[in-house]
């Protein structure tokens, strides 16, 4: 025999329901945090436009790679923004637009984690070329950490990989 709730149940369970909207203040800070990239990506561009033609003493490839790392940090967060909002407060309503990307909409829990972990150990990695090409500011014990920190993502990604395929394996 299944019982009925009753309307207090029912009313909370809605209010519970409703409260994923309290999510969208979050994805909105992440767009404002991917608009202040794209400034520190333009004033970037800048110096290195500025180092190319001889106004400035620059380092180019470093610049290159800031630009880099500042792009993926970007493309990091327009992932979060639009797999949560999907995942947890509601689904965008856009149609067929032709610029959908083809991930949008497919793109469960479990795949989010396993994009988010792949773009902190790519960020990572060009974080730490960056250190290796500056390496004579940085001390040993500073590039050691580093490279804890990065074989660190590194290691947890696979963990989290690993965990992924035996919950799979498990259905």
Avoid at 102 to 124: C, E, H, N, P, R
Wanted: charged fraction near 20%.
């Amino acid at each position: 025999m299944t019982k009925t709730p009753n309307k207090i149940e029912l009313t909370l369970e809605k209010f519970i329901f409703s409260s994923r909207w309290l999510l969208v203040p979050f994805f909105l800070g992440l767009i404002v945090g991917m608009a202040v990239l794209l400034i520190k990506f333009v004033k970037e561009m800048v110096l290195l436009i500025q180092g190319v033609l001889g106004f400035i003493e620059h380092d180019t490839v470093i610049s290159i790679l800031t630009l880099v790392d500042t792009a993926l940090i970007a493309v990091l967060l327009l992932i979060i923004v639009f797999s949560a909002y999907e995942n947890f407060v509601s689904k965008l309503s856009i149609g067929d637009h032709e610029d959908q990307p083809a991930w949008m909409g497919k793109v469960g829990f479990s795949d989010l984690k396993m994009k988010l972990i792949g773009a902190i150990v790519a960020i990572s990695a060009v974080e730490l070329l960056k250190a290796f090409l500056v390496s004579t500011t940085l001390t040993s014990e500073q590039l050691k950490w580093k490279i804890t920190i990065h074989l660190t993502f590194v290691v947890s990604g696979l963990l989290f990989a690993l965990a992924d395929w035996i919950s799979e394996q498990r259905k």
